[in-house]
């Protein structure tokens, strides 16, 4: 390893690199270039074995092109990598395994029509002359499912899992194999409170075991948990390395974006409606079978509901059952008058507006461009009565959204795929933002959002808030929920548990609410 | 600003007017008489069947569907054409018919396959024997003579030196051309092929639009039929089939994309331009048929792999 350039460190270490045990992954000066663009700039890491190295950036700040030079995807353009001393250049994401390089790809990277065991063994298959054994894979499945603790089936279809269900069969997929090195890219981003605890307890198995782990997340408080080392990149940079113990979260953040981060959620300027103002949207004993009973509540114009529960509790399919996707019984009003909601086209028409947990599979077109992704709800508002598009207003409109929620893109034709998850989202929240909903039904509106792009979602939902619309937002992160609501109320095990003030609201009150245990 | 669109319009089609040109070039050089105008309207009144339905196509397949029941459809509009001359109807009355005949065989693939949740290609491949059937049920495999002469001249009669048929094809482009790209319904054709779920969650009613872009196929065919009928002074049981591969080839020659959400109705004309030219140039030159079927699945092959390739380098 040679010496640090600034020569600000003692030899011996090298940036990126804190403590003397000798490192798993040594990473110094790599760079990497598309074209013109430099996504990796003389980067430089070392993990340790039993040490969990945390990579903390914005979206674009260069962690996935990272992660994707150590899985094998593509080559760096420069710099030297060392696995266990050695020179380390994996042809692809096979011979990355081969040398004991596990990746958790946050991507879901799954086939839906196979089973959980097909998918952790994809690829190479126990097999006696090209011939599958179904009976030993799935022995094979069931006996690293035991060891790791997960709720799942082998046999189970992956098409027929919840996401957090799947990212759960993608980390089995990926300690499969032996490994030295694992690298977990947002393998919390879908998964709820009780699940991420079982991640937790694999993280620390494998930590005893002596493996070096990179740890991607954009949680603070489970960085702050689980991290010992903390590295923060910026625009492609290596900007610094702190031991857990010596890093806070304000000087983190404040690393991260370059600047001072005042406060995480932005403040409410106008008071939350009073209890005694109408409710705008309010929902009676609705029932589907099987996924939720008895669902009561209201939401006030301007006020803004969290709907908490952990994942399976029935959160996300109440929402789609007020917006027309799911078979329903019950009543759902409308400011004050008895609506019947068979499908989202009704739900629209009643001003009710759904950002899904999925945006790609749900939200975007992802290869059509910014200007058609945000003008396709509100379609006929840019059209005359004979239904011909008035391409100006599509423009006009486009342009709007965009500099309103200031979305990032080169300009209105761009892709949507090329833009990152912050500015994705906020393409979804503009499509619904064109039809001005009365009630805004957001579904975890942060999840795979970079900081800065967050704080700037808050500000959107807080000033939706005060033009008077409703907002339920549901979200399985306690934090989000309690920094944005005026109201809590609480899900588990497919009904409404609790009801709260957001005033004095503490995580664990809610956190024992939804695990279902009694207070008072 | 106008910059971008003339380079995006370059990008979209450079590759399949390249190919074009670089066909023309060769046919000129081997028979001069290939780069007349005369030639060039013949072209185009020989591509006109293929063309219009593919312009139905192109709104199936931008929809991530396929209708290969096209060429059954063809024949059947120009039977019940036909059969309605000799049941002693007139012209209007006629074409009225034929035409809702395309609908009503268009809506039964469309119905089927979006409200039995069927994949549209078994759908399809169903009707395109059950059509194909049908055609043969008033004559019991005869072909049906027809002699309404307004019929007939709409494959003979010119308008200002323009064959009629060429007419009729450039109406309909435009048509298509408006419809696709500048309407409402043309937004959520795209959509809806781009991504289903998320259309669904902006409040598209998927199912409804399925029905009715197969009833617009089943339409463009029966207009085919009509023409393909007055060519053949005809309705003949066999006539129309292997069309709907042509159909296919030329929206996919024309830049639409098989899994959906893209392509577009100039692209198709190009395409079913590009056919046209390979069949004219290597009649002219008096190549046997069997090698043009085989010239002509290879420069399919090289057309669309050359455009899939010029696009893809440039993300």
């Known amino acids: 390893m040679s010496p640090q350039p600034e020569g600000l460190s003692p030899p011996a270490a090298s940036p990126g690199h804190v403590t003397g045990a000798a490192p798993v992954l040594e990473i110094h000066d790599v760079s990497k270039s598309f074209g013109p663009v430099q996504a990796l700039k003389r980067m430089e890491l070392a993990v340790t074995p039993g040490r969990v190295h945390t990579l903390l950036g914005e979206n674009g700040a260069g962690k996935s092109t990272l992660m994707k030079i150590l899985a094998g995807v593509f080559p760096p353009s420069g710099g030297t990598i060392r696995l266990n001393g050695k020179d380390y250049l994996p042809r692809d994401p096979k011979d990355a395994a081969a040398h004991g390089v596990s990746i958790i790809f946050q991507e879901l990277s799954l086939s839906r029509n196979l089973t959980v065991a097909e998918n952790i063994y994809a690829n190479r298959e126990v097999n006696r002359f090209g011939f599958i054994q179904d009976r030993k894979l799935n022995e094979d499945a069931a006996q690293l499912i035991r060891d790791l603790g997960l709720p799942l089936d082998p046999r189970a279809r992956v098409a027929d899992l919840s996401i957090a269900k799947r990212q759960l069969v993608e980390i089995a997929k990926g300690l499969s194999h032996p490994t030295r090195l694992v690298i977990m890219d947002e393998p919390t981003s879908s998964l709820s409170d009780s699940e991420a605890e079982i991640l937790f307890r694999i993280i620390a198995k494998l930590k005893a075991q002596g493996v070096g782990i990179i740890y991607i997340s954009h949680r603070m408080d489970e960085i702050m948990r689980i991290s010992d080392d903390i590295t923060v990149m910026r625009d492609g940079e290596y900007i610094r390395t702190l031991t857990r113990d010596e890093a806070d979260i304000n000087q983190l953040i404040a690393l991260m974006v370059g600047r001072p981060m005042q406060d995480i959620y932005p403040r409410r300027e106008t008071p939350a409606p009073a209890a005694s103002v109408a409710p705008v949207l309010a929902v009676n004993k609705l029932n589907a079978a099987g996924l939720f009973h008895d669902v009561s509540f209201t939401v006030r114009p301007g006020e803004v509901l969290g709907l908490f529960g952990l994942i399976g509790a029935g959160r996300s399919d109440v929402m789609k059952a007020i917006f027309g996707m799911l078979p329903h019984e019950g009543e759902i009003q409308v400011a004050g008058k008895p609506v019947r909601i068979a499908s989202p086209s009704d739900a629209i028409r009643n001003g009710i507006a759904f950002v899904t947990e999925n945006r790609k599979d749900e939200g975007l077109v992802l290869a059509h461009s910014v200007e058609r992704n945000i003008n396709s709800v509100a379609l006929g508002s840019f059209a005359n009565a004979l239904g011909f598009m008035h391409p100006r207003a599509e423009i006009a409109n486009a342009g709007e959204e965009v500099r309103r929620l200031s979305i990032k893109t080169a300009n209105l034709n761009t892709a949507a795929r090329n833009l990152s998850g912050g500015n994705q989202q906020k393409i979804v929240l503009a499509k619904w933002l064109a039809i001005k909903p009365k009630v805004l039904i957001l579904d975890e509106p942060t999840r795979g959002v970079d900081v800065g792009a967050k704080f700037e979602i808050y500000k959107i939902i807080r000033e939706l808030a005060t033009q008077g619309t409703a907002i339920v937002m549901v979200s399985s992160e306690l934090s989000e929920i309690l920094g944005m609501s005026d109201r809590v109320v609480v899900m588990h095990n497919k009904k409404i548990v609790a009801e709260r003030q957001a005033a004095g609201l503490t995580q664990e009150l809610v956190m024992r609410d939804a695990a279902g245990v009694d207070s008072e | ?315």
């Open chain 2, 1 to 315: 600003m106008k910059n971008f669109a003339s380079s995006h319009t370059v990008r979209q089609y450079g590759g399949i007017v390249a190919a074009l040109i670089v066909l023309c070039v060769i046919f000129s050089v081997a028979n001069p008489r290939f780069l007349q105008v005369n030639n060039f309207l013949n072209i185009m009144q020989q591509v006109t069947v293929v063309a219009i339905a593919a312009f139905g196509m192109t709104y199936v397949i931008l929809l991530g569907e396929i209708d290969l029941s096209v060429g059954s459809i063809i024949a059947v509009a120009g039977m019940v054409g036909a059969q309605c001359f000799a049941f002693g109807l007139g012209f209007v009355p006629t074409v009225v018919i034929t035409l809702l005949s395309g609908v009503v065989m268009g809506g039964i693939n469309g119905f089927v396959s979006a409200k039995m949740r069927l994949p549209s290609f078994i759908v399809t491949v169903a009707t395109m024997g059950i059509f194909r059937g049908v055609v043969s049920l008033p004559t019991g495999g005869l072909p049906a003579p027809i002699n309404n002469d307004t019929w007939l001249l709409l494959s003979i009669d010119d308008l200002f030196g323009v064959p009629l048929m060429v007419w009729i094809l450039a109406v309909l482009f435009v048509f298509n051309w408006v419809l696709l790209s500048k309407t409402v319904f043309g937004r959520r054709a795209y959509l809806t092929g781009g991504n289903r779920e998320a259309a669904i969650y902006s409040g598209i009613r998927v199912d409804r639009l399925k029905i009715v872009i197969f009833m617009i196929s089943g339409v463009m065919s029966a207009i085919s039929g009509i023409l393909l009928s007055s060519r053949l002074s005809s309705a003949q049981t066999n006539s129309g089939m292997g069309y709907e591969l042509d159909a296919i080839a030329a929206a996919v020659l024309g830049g639409t994309s098989l899994a959906g959400g893209a392509g577009s109705m100039i692209g198709t004309l190009l395409g079913a331009l590009m056919i046209g030219v390979i069949n004219n140039g290597m009649n002219m030159l008096s190549v046997p048929y069997f090698y043009q079927l085989i010239v002509k699945g290879v420069v399919i092959i090289l057309a669309v792999w050359l455009d899939v390739r010029s696009k893809s380098s440039r993300a």
